[in-house]
């Protein structure tokens, strides 16, 4: 990893006495270490405000609040929070959220992070030069890389493709294409720490390590191959050509020579 890089690290956990709580505090430690300058946001520690409202929006006037929050986001009277997040983004090459899988989702905090702050104008909602809207592939945030760091409590194997999970791509479909893709992000496949309430002290050390490794590689590890909407594989009503995997339907035919797994 390049020490000019600049990663921004989302960290939604409420205990101090967590894994992921070392695991993040160990994590950022090692950017430091490896010459980099990291932007932390810890949310139940900042007592981040979840909930999207109109007074996140300086009191514009529009019909509908996707064209309030994109009018406050393009005349710089969104909130002070929403606006010290996006300047964190922007900022960074990358952003790595860690959370724990909660009812098969982040927590509702960290949630409310992408609600405020992936605003109308900023993340998404933005044109290119032929004044289509930029989305899945393309977005706000294209050029940024995006990593989710994920714990959970069952056992690795149930998170594999016949896993009775699910596979863990499919599982943060949500997060991995409908917001880190959609917005144009490099995305890379989710870092997982199962059975994350039961690690002893050797395994520990092992997570520790292949969390440092993991950020090592980060500049150098493939995304995930999912199809860009732009790229000449979907019709002009957004759907996947005929002639691509016929007849297969589900998420995995949205990634281009491959299934999820």
Do not use: C
Not at 46 to 68: C, F, I, K, M
């Amino acid at each position: 990893m390049a020490p000019t890089s600049r990663t921004l690290w989302v960290f939604a956990h409420p205990d101090d006495k967590s894994l992921n709580r070392l695991l993040f505090d160990s994590g950022v430690g090692h950017l430091r270490e490896s010459g980099q300058t990291p932007i932390v946001s810890d949310l139940y520690a900042d007592h981040w405000n979840p909930v999207l409202s109109d007074e996140d929006l300086g009191g514009v006037h529009a019909p509908t609040l996707g064209h309030r929050q994109k009018l406050a986001t393009r005349t710089g009277r969104l909130a002070d929070d929403i606006r010290r997040e996006q300047s964190k983004i922007a900022a960074a090459d990358r952003v790595i959220v860690q959370f724990p899988l909660w009812w098969f989702g982040m927590p509702a905090i960290l949630k409310g992070w992408f609600d405020r702050v992936f605003t109308n104008g900023f993340a998404f909602g933005v044109l290119d030069e032929q004044g289509r809207v930029r989305k899945y592939g393309d977005g706000g945030l294209t050029g940024t890389t995006f990593l989710a760091v994920v714990s959970a409590g069952d056992r690795e194997s149930a998170f594999d493709p016949r896993g009775v999970n699910g596979a863990m791509d499919e599982v943060l479909w949500p997060l991995l294409h409908g917001t880190a893709h959609y917005t144009g992000m490099r995305t890379l496949r989710p870092h997982l720490i199962a059975s994350a309430d039961r690690v002893d002290d050797l395994r520990l050390r092992g997570e520790v390590e292949r969390l440092h490794r993991r950020l090592d590689g980060l500049d150098d590890e493939p995304p995930m191959n999912y199809r860009d909407l732009r790229g000449g594989d979907y019709d002009d009503e957004h759907v996947l050509r005929s002639d691509i995997r016929p007849g297969v339907t589900g998420l995995g035919v949205h990634v281009g020579g491959e299934t999820l797994h």
